[in-house]
């Protein structure tokens, strides 16, 4: 079984950052992908940033050049640094663990974005 533990939510202010952290415990393969969804009210969750082991990235459009992704896997920990928020980033941010065939939920960390 595999726990994923979020953290680093919060609000903040446009052109504001904040950093998230995911910390994955349990049995977990070498070969895996972690990184980001968010979900905003009224909307379907999508894709923020992922991350494979072997350092691979994929971003969405709508927050290349001001979030990135990283990780440690010495640590099996995925982060997510954004900076230049804006309104519409708010929403609740998921972190995922896919590994072999099954993958794995954080519970969410809320983040708004609001002056």
């Known amino acids: 079984q595999v726990q994923l533990v979020e953290s680093g939510g919060g609000l903040v202010q446009p052109g504001g950052s904040l950093r998230l952290s995911c910390a994955a415990s349990g049995t977990i393969l070498g070969l895996n992908v972690m990184g980001w969804y968010r979900q905003a009210p009224g909307k379907e969750r999508e894709l923020v940033a992922v991350?494979?082991?072997?350092?691979?990235?994929n971003y969405a459009d709508s927050i290349k050049g001001r979030f990135t992704v990283s990780r440690d896997n010495a640590k099996n920990t995925v982060y997510l640094q954004m900076n230049s928020l804006k309104p519409e980033d708010t929403a609740v941010y998921y972190c995922k663990l896919a590994s072999g065939v099954r993958s794995y939920w954080g519970q969410g960390t809320q983040v708004t974005v609001s002056s």
């Open positions: 991350i494979s082991s072997g350092g691979l990235t």
